[in-house]
């Protein structure tokens, strides 16, 4: 079975800090890794995913298939980034997604 | 349209009433998902439409769930005989297809069972 574990539930950083969102995930092959961002009073939106190996918004994240991870950072922290953060898996070939469990980003001014 | 719509934002149903939640899609995407997210979850699969045809229903709960997609377009998730651990947020994505492509959220139906 697939999972997505995002371990932290509430981060918080003060502006101008680093970031790293992580997430560790289980499953038996090849997957694809995203990460959606919904931000206050707005619809879950697509912020990432690995296999297009972008920078979106300053944020980047890098498949580690040893460690079986996927964590999201950013080098210095905007208060626009104040967020919920999700980490999604969709097996190979698949289109069902295994989201976590969400973490809140809070950035400090 | 310019996303995806769902109605109503919130509905307020007590123990025992049906409901029937509705999803409109981005035009001409050919999948359609349904997620549901209880508090403090993430979402979680429900089930999935390609065009008409409903491909996977692993995730519906129960045989309460009932979902559809008649003509390919719209699509109907109703609950029958709601309980209260149905109150959740309910979530319909659209993709251009399903493999590998992103998926567009709405912004959700927030359920209520009184």
């Known amino acids: 079975a697939q999972r997505v574990t995002q371990p932290e539930k509430l981060l918080s950083v003060f502006k101008g800090a680093p970031v790293e969102l992580k997430c560790n995930y289980s499953?038996?092959?090849?997957?694809?890794l995203f990460w959606y961002v919904q931000y206050s009073r707005q619809r879950l939106q697509l912020l990432l995913r690995?296999?297009s190996r972008e920078s979106i918004k300053g944020f980047t994240a890098d498949l580690n298939k040893g460690e079986t991870s996927f964590h999201l950072k950013k080098p210095f922290a905007q208060e626009e980034d104040s967020a919920m953060y999700y980490c999604?898996?969709?097996?190979?070939?698949?289109?069902?997604?295994?989201f976590g469990k969400g973490t809140k980003l809070s950035v400090i001014p | 349209g310019a996303g995806v719509s769902q109605s109503p934002r919130y509905k307020v149903a007590k123990r025992g009433q049906d409901v029937a939640l509705r999803c409109d899609p981005i035009?001409?995407?050919?999948?359609l998902f349904w997620y549901q997210q209880a508090l403090g979850q993430g979402p979680e699969f429900l089930t999935y439409?390609?065009?008409?045809?409903?491909?996977?229903k692993s995730g519906l709960p129960s045989d309460r769930f009932f979902a559809e997609r008649p003509e390919g377009s719209v699509s109907t998730l109703k609950i029958q005989r709601t309980q209260q651990e149905d109150s959740a947020v309910y979530l319909c994505?659209?993709?251009?297809?399903?493999?590998?492509?992103?998926?567009?959220f709405g912004d959700g139906t927030r359920l209520s069972i009184l």
């Open positions: 690995h296999i």
């Open positions: 499953y038996s092959g090849s997957p694809e």
């Open positions: 994505a659209s993709s251009i297809t399903g493999v590998s492509q992103p998926q567009h």
């Open positions: 999604a898996l969709a097996g190979a070939g698949s289109y069902q997604l295994t």
């Open positions: 439409f390609q065009n008409e045809a409903q491909l996977d």
């Open positions: 035009s001409g995407h050919v999948s």
